[in-house]
């Protein structure tokens, strides 16, 4: 059974950080892309990033250039959104999606975590 | 970046009903596009790729069509666990980018 496990949600102050996870299993992680997909309370979705299946490509929204690093580590099943510099307009949940190589649309989608950036 | 317009933003509808929602493309994306159906505090759930092809596990009742730049969502007789919001999202090219999304509610 696939499943995709997020975990690294909290509430944290404007400025600060936080390393987001998704642990994968029930697939071969390595021959799939993997991104993350935003949703501010009640609003629709955001794509922020992707990666590719070794980790050697990424791709980013111009809102989070900069500010997020996504990795991804297949010995360990896992890909990351490193988030820095976090404003109140980043608080939503954060889902991690995996996608067929070559074809960016999410087949699977985690059940999200949270992130609250507030003072 | 291409937008994506959904429309309408939400709609009212019985159980047994045709309903149909429209996603249209500010450039062309070919075939590129695909649709996810989201319940309250769940995840979205990918339903149609490339436009038109069914995933795997998804009920006969939904169809997709179009290409280019206008795309449809079609459910043939809508059943009590289709009340949700539904987006298209384009894979032509990055950033991939979201319809606004239609929300389905219980006429």
């Known amino acids: 059974e696939v499943q995709l496990v997020e975990s690294g949600g909290d509430l944290v102050q404007p400025g600060g950080s936080l390393r987001l996870s998704c642990a994968a299993s029930g697939f071969t992680f390595s021959n799939y892309w993997m991104h993350w997909v935003r949703q501010a309370p009640g609003k629709g979705l955001v794509w922020l990033s992707r990666?590719?299946?070794?980790?050697?490509?990424?791709v980013y929204a111009d809102s989070v250039k900069g500010r997020f690093t996504i990795s991804r580590d297949n010995a360990k099943n896992t890909v990351y959104l490193q988030m820095n510099s976090l404003r109140a307009e980043d608080t939503a949940v954060y889902y991690c999606?995996?996608?067929?190589?070559?074809?960016?649309?999410?087949?699977?989608w985690g059940q999200g975590t949270l992130v609250t950036v507030s003072s | 970046d291409i937008q994506m317009t959904q429309s309408p933003s939400s709609l009212s509808a019985s159980v047994g009903d045709r309903v149909t929602i429209t996603c249209r493309a500010s450039?062309?994306?070919?075939?590129?596009l695909t649709w996810y159906q989201q319940t309250p505090e769940k995840a979205p759930k990918s339903l149609i790729f490339g436009a038109s092809t069914l995933q795997s596990g998804v009920p006969s009742r939904f169809s997709g069509s179009g290409s280019g730049t206008e795309f449809t969502l079609t459910i043939s007789s809508l059943q009590p666990e289709d009340f949700a919001t539904y987006y298209c999202?384009?894979?032509?090219?990055?950033?991939?980018?979201f319809g606004g999304g239609t929300k389905v509610e219980i006429k």
């Open positions: 990666v590719n299946g070794d980790g050697s490509d990424t």
């Open positions: 450039q062309g994306i070919n075939s590129w």
């Open positions: 999606v995996r996608s067929t190589v070559g074809f960016s649309y999410g087949d699977f």
């Open positions: 999202q384009q894979y032509h090219s990055y950033p991939l980018t």
